[in-house]
């Protein structure tokens, strides 16, 4: 079955840390181009980061820059985004996504809260 399920959300304090996890199955994951989103409360669902297939080139949102990390393990299958100095504003629900052809997770939830 071609799916990808993401994993390592919880509930966490402001400055702390989290990785999410996306298990890809039924297809080789490094093929392919493969992003993070996250949708808040009441929001739309935004671009957070990506990672290409060809050379391991990334993105990331200003809004998480030079806090949070996408990488990608080849031989796990699975993409990761270490998520550092976490904000209130972070708590979403994660997705991740491969970009072409569409495929969803069904997302992992992150609270950031005091």
């Known amino acids: 079955q071609v799916q990808l399920v993401e994993s390592g959300g919880g509930l966490v304090q402001p400055g702390g840390s989290l990785r999410l996890s996306c298990a890809a199955s039924?297809?080789?994951?490094?093929?392919?181009?493969i992003g993070w989103f996250r949708q808040a409360p009441g929001k739309e669902r935004e671009g957070v980061s990506c990672?290409?297939?060809?050379?391991?080139?990334?993105y990331y949102a200003d809004s998480v820059k030079g806090r949070f990390t996408i990488s990608r393990d080849n031989a796990k299958n699975t993409v990761y985004l270490q998520m550092n100095s976490l904000k209130l504003e972070d708590t979403a629900i994660y997705y991740c996504?491969?970009?072409?052809?569409?495929?969803w997770g069904r997302g992992t939830q992150v609270t950031v809260s005091s």
């Open positions: 996504n491969r970009r072409v052809p569409s495929l």
């Open positions: 990672i290409s297939s060809s050379d391991g080139s990334t």
């Open positions: 039924g297809f080789t994951l490094d093929y392919y181009a």
